[in-house]
């Protein structure tokens, strides 16, 4: 297995990050009707359900085409501990981990240089692999 390297792993993240938006734009037409300006409490429905999409879109790819849109057009694809496709329960936990990865100043990326697979702290977490394909 040839693990891919934290480059890899940044410009896949850039190719999803332009698709995610497109996403969350298109998603986002329904709400222009609402005022958002004044009512805290559908600010932060408005931002659960946005973080809802961002979630659904990189678990959906990263079980069922062992990688985001990002990652494929990059070689990349994850699987488990066994070289298999990963579940659910692991792409959520590995998501969420990442988020959290990403606000601490990417510390959780960092960690990848260090580490002797090219691991994250969400592929530790999660016990997954991100390799080249």
């Known amino acids: 297995m040839q693990y891919a390297s934290l480059w890899r792993r940044i410009i896949a993240i850039i190719y999803d990050l332009i698709l ?44 069922n085409k062992q ?5 494929r057009t990059w070689k990349l694809k994850i699987v488990d501990i066994n070289g298999n496709k990963i579940s659910y329960k692991k792409a959520i936990l590995r998501f969420n981990v990442a988020i959290i990865s990403i606000l601490f100043f990417g510390f959780g990326f960092i960690i990848s240089i260090f580490h002797k697979d090219k691991k994250c702290l969400h592929d530790i977490i999660s016990k997954t692999f991100l390799i080249k394909s």
């Open 67 to 71: 990688g985001t849109l990002g990652m």
């Open 20 to 63: 995610v938006i497109s996403i969350l734009f298109l998603m986002s037409l329904p709400l222009f009707n609402f005022n958002l300006q004044e009512d805290i409490f559908l600010k932060i429905i408005v931002q659960i359900y946005f973080y809802l999409i961002i979630q659904y879109f990189f678990v959906w790819f990263w079980v």
